[in-house]
């Protein structure tokens, strides 16, 4: 089928049907997003996908505006037989006229396969992470003690009553408001929705997610090293499943914690921004990200 026949279109909302057909795309491309992943981009974004003449879902790419500075790019999946005749693009330009056109920076992560192809898009290099998988709790994290917080400081879970402070001390570190995200977020993984305090002040705090294939800690946000490893000890102290963290490359002390709690490389990422100098978030606290898809 010539890419012509198929139908491009903004999806406004998904059906099962369709939840169905993306949902294939990522198992085929065993990614770990799940319906619920789907349901953000919608509410939140923009997804464009191209449908078969009879109406199945067979490519996609989406974007999520953060506040009035730049917008993610992600989700860029084709399916196996339609690859290599160019949907992966033509998607992608069509995402990149939007953000265009709201005077929005794409931003995207990128595998070591899809560098090349957003490279020659004019998407520029920006940072580094890797993922890093823990299969299940084992032996080898028993035998690590818990790594307490520093003087003064204390790791607690977060309640409501956190939230507005908690979304301003993220907006920060970030560099944009995301709290639609992080709401979606909630109650998905509530043994590690965790935040450090000093006095009453916020430090730190993490998130996470169920996946399709593993959970996900991140976002991980922190004053200092010792922090995050700190509220990391206390996450995967309620995990004994598979876990994945995306952990910046900057960060080889917090690597090197889970990596003797059993972690190891799965893949690296590059963070790429097309038509900026610089990142917008800050170096020193962003220690994980929510994920690939979400930034």
């Known amino acids: 089928m010539e890419i012509s026949e198929l139908h491009i279109a903004v999806k406004s909302s998904l059906t099962s049907a369709e ?20 349901r953000l981009f919608i509410q939140r974004g923009r997804v464009h996908a191209a449908h078969t003449p009879e109406g199945r879902i067979i490519a996609t790419a989406a974007t ?6 730049f917008a ?6 084709v399916a196996g037989q339609y690859r290599r005749r160019g949907l992966a693009t033509l998607l992608m330009r069509r995402a990149m006229d939007d953000l265009s056109a709201a005077r929005l920076v794409p931003v995207l992560d990128a595998t070591p396969d899809g560098r090349p192809v957003y490279l020659a898009l004019g998407f520029t290099d920006c940072w580094g992470f890797h993922r890093l998988r823990r299969e299940r709790q084992g032996a080898q994290d028993a035998a690590c003690d818990a790594v307490c917080a520093p003087a003064g400081v204390v790791i607690r879970a977060v309640t409501d009553a956190d939230w507005l402070a ?7 570190a970030f560099g944009a408001q995301r709290s639609p995200v992080l709401a979606g977020l909630r109650g998905r993984l509530p043994a590690v929705e965790l935040i450090a305090e000093s006095g ?43 876990v994945f963290v995306d952990l910046a490359d900057a960060k080889g002390e917090v690597r090197t914690f889970l990596e003797a709690r059993g972690f190891a490389p799965a893949r690296p990422f590059t963070r790429m921004l097309l038509g900026a100098p610089t990142r917008f978030d800050d170096p020193a606290r962003t220690f994980a990200v929510v994920g690939p898809e979400f930034g």
């Open 19 to 38: 939840l169905d057909d993306v949902g294939a795309l990522v198992a085929e491309a065993r990614w770990n997003q799940t319906a619920d992943d789907w």
């Open 166 to 172: 908690l979304r301003a001390y993220d907006a920060a």
């Open 72 to 77: 993610w790019v992600s989700m860029v999946l």
């Open 64 to 69: 999520l505006p953060y506040g009035d500075r």
């Open 200 to 242: 009453n002040r916020i430090v730190g705090f993490c998130m996470g997610r169920d996946g399709r294939i593993a959970a996900q800690i991140g976002p991980l946000v922190a004053e200092s090293d010792a922090i995050a490893c700190a509220i990391l000890s206390c996450a995967l102290a309620g995990i004994d499943a598979p």
